[in-house]
């Protein structure tokens, strides 16, 4: 498995770290459980991470060299692909794999080109996709201009691609992908961590609650939720993903989400982030 951005080493809760992160994680571990051997490998970026590190029987983190072993954002790795992809290419040679499985569109460029030299099949997940995010965000979207131009030729190279809800599908097509080498995966919870039972937020019992998770990035969409109980009355909103309480303050978004709640007056009695 290649993740060449987000490691399922990475504390979760930054700009670049999220739900991939967990679902790599997740689904190596899953795949190491039924006795496959798995590797996932991921950019180096801090000097001080070892070569290697087990995550338990049949499953470890590669961290691979390409460019300086700092923390740089996502949509500036491009250049350190090339690199990355020869990295692969030289660990593959080694110990071919069965199979790869590559996750973000710059992994996918990588891995294809690694992986076509020695006749490994690939199989790709996008995890978003640039022309929605393109359509969706107009000139706030920071990624590579080249990026729909790749995730085109993803579409058109890799064996399998893995959607993981049927409008991927549709985005897909309309990319030029065949219908026939798509397999729609939903992304799954664990029923064992995200219960029905627990500790919960204290709260009035006169209101209702309207709970969003995620992020505290500006895409995540929480100014929607905060505008939409504004018409709510006797709801609160809980918003769960931002930093510790002590450093709220100094959150760039948590700042303009609690402004946003007081211009639509429902600071005090609404909105609440976690």
């Known amino acids: 498995m290649v993740s060449e951005h987000a490691s399922p080493l990475t504390a979760l809760g930054g700009v670049d770290a999220g739900g ?9 571990l899953t795949l190491a459980r039924r006795g496959v051997d798995v590797v996932i490998y991921t950019r180096r970026d801090d000097p001080g991470l070892p070569h290697q590190v087990a995550l338990g029987p049949h499953l470890s983190v590669e961290h691979v060299d390409a460019g300086p072993a700092c923390e740089i954002g996502k949509d500036e790795l491009l250049p350190h692909m090339e690199e990355f992809e020869r990295r692969l290419l030289n660990a593959w040679a080694d110990d071919r794999p069965d199979v790869v499985h590559s996750h973000f569109w ?16 690939v199989v790709h997940t996008y995890h978003a996709l640039g022309v929605v995010k393109r359509r969706h965000q107009g000139d706030a979207d920071a ?26 599908v549709f985005e897909l097509l309309r990319m030029g992908a065949d219908r026939r080498r798509i397999s729609i995966v939903p992304c799954g919870v664990d029923p064992a961590v995200f219960t029905p039972h627990g500790p919960v937020a204290a709260r009035p019992h006169d209101r209702r609650r309207l709970l969003a998770v995620g992020r505290l990035v500006r895409r995540k969409g929480f100014g929607n939720a905060i505008s939409a109980v504004a018409e709510l009355p006797g709801v609160e909103l809980l918003i769960a993903g931002g ?3 002590e450093e709220l303050h100094a959150d760039e978004e948590a700042c303009r989400l609690q402004a946003l709640a007081a211009e639509l007056g429902v600071a005090d009695q609404k909105i609440k982030i976690r």
Request: net charge negative.
């Open 106 to 121: 710059m992994s996918g460029l990588a891995s294809l080109g690694a992986a076509r030299a020695l006749g490994v099949p």
């Open 143 to 168: 990624s590579p201009a080249v990026r729909l131009g790749v995730e085109d030729w993803i579409a058109a190279e890799a064996d399998r691609i893995v959607a993981t809800c049927s409008d991927e």
């Open 20 to 28: 991939q992160n967990v679902h790599v994680a997740q689904l190596g």
């Open 243 to 245: 930093p510790p309480a």
